[in-house]
């Protein structure tokens, strides 16, 4: 199974500040998803990564606010531009395993806007 | 939005089976129905994942209706460390590429 390594962990940011989130894989990977979790809330899918292509992003999420960058094949960073308190969330990377498509997370990154 | 229907909570006396539901009464043919728990504070947890026939593993057993408009997670010997939410999800394909699209989940409570 993939381990995925998620820095910070946690980060206490000011109103208008960016912050990225860093998210590290122990083998290759194609795909490398961004989630995020509201407080007392279920994952939102914010955007796919694929290697070598721009993101995809869901409805809801744009990439001036959230750009993401994947620069290979085990590496993939989320920034939250611009903070508001409303962004304060939990930001997880998730990951597909190739031979049998279960997905991985990692603990996540967990963001208050102050 | 999600395609599945959960009960938000259920409760489950420690060393007692839980039997944790799911209705997704939509699903496609070829999409798989996959379950995974997320302890406080932590990222979700991959348990089980089957297309149509009952699947078991080390954590848990999943059983699919035969018309697979619905399922039931059973978790045999529930311990106080399976407090925590319990997603169910119906994804396209089991292959890699494919986000997962969370619901709201079941928290389930096991107590001594």
């Known amino acids: ?114 | 939005d999600a395609k599945t229907t959960q009960p938000p909570s259920m409760d489950c006396a420690e060393g007692r089976a839980a039997n944790l539901p799911c209705n997704h009464s939509t699903i496609s043919g070829n999409e798989y129905v996959y379950w995974y728990r997320q302890i406080h504070s932590q990222g979700p947890q991959y348990i089980i994942h089957g297309l149509k026939n009952n699947e078991t593993n080390e954590m848990a057993s999943l059983i699919i209706t035969e018309d697979r408009k619905s399922s039931t997670l059973i978790l045999p010997h529930a311990t106080l460390r399976d407090t925590a939410v319990y997603y169910c999800i119906v994804r396209p394909s089991n292959q890699a590429g494919t986000a997962l699209i969370f619901g709201k989940g079941t928290t389930l409570s096991v107590s001594s």
């Open chain 1, 1 to 114: 199974s993939a381990v995925i390594s998620q820095k910070p962990s946690r980060d206490i940011c000011q109103r208008g500040t960016s912050l990225t989130i860093q998210c590290q894989v122990d083998s290759q990977v194609t795909m490398m998803f961004w989630y995020r979790q509201q407080p007392g809330q279920s994952l939102t899918l914010i955007a796919t990564a694929n290697q070598g292509s721009e993101a995809t992003y869901e409805s809801g999420f744009v990439i001036d606010k959230f750009p993401i960058s994947r620069p290979n094949l085990t590496f993939s960073t989320l920034t939250v531009s611009n903070m508001s308190p409303e962004d304060s969330s939990i930001y997880l990377c998730s990951v597909d395993e190739q031979l049998t498509g279960e997905l991985f997370f990692g603990e996540g990154s967990r963001l208050t806007v102050l």
